[in-house]
Nanobody, 112 residues
Framework: QVQLVESGGGLVQPGGSLRLSCAASGSIFSIMTMAWYRQPPGKQRELVAH???????NYADAVRGRFTISRDNAKNTVYLQMNSLKPEDTAIYYC??????WGQGTQVTVSS
């Protein structure tokens, strides 16, 4: 089992930016597809973005052009750079790998 630990959440004003990090344990990070999900208050968890081992990325329509997923295999870490944040981006953000491990989540709140 791989442990995933998210960090970087917080309170930010609309239009602001945050960078989330997800650090993974173990030695197989570089061959994993990694993803960010989010769960807004009272709603279901949804896929935000994913990145393959080869660096291919894909995004949900709601975040495309504002969010960027990236990875640093030397640090066993995947990132989510979030720009031009909107109140509707408020959610708990989770990272997940392609063998079913989830992090504990980090809260992002966008509010003035």
């Amino acid at each position: 089992q791989v442990q995933l630990v998210e960090s970087g959440g917080g309170l930010v004003q609309p239009g602001g930016s945050l960078r989330l990090s997800c650090a993974a344990s173990g030695s197989i990070f570089s061959i994993m597809t990694m993803a960010w999900y989010r769960q807004p208050p009272g709603k279901q968890r949804e896929l935000v973005a994913h990145i393959t081992s080869g660096g291919y990325t894909n995004y949900a329509d709601a975040v495309r052009g504002r969010f960027t997923i990236s990875r640093d295999n030397a640090k066993n870490t995947v990132y989510l750079q979030m720009n031009s944040l909107k109140p509707e981006d408020t959610a708990i953000y989770y990272c997940k790998n392609n063998i079913g491990d989830w992090g504990q989540g980090t809260q992002v709140t966008v509010s003035s």
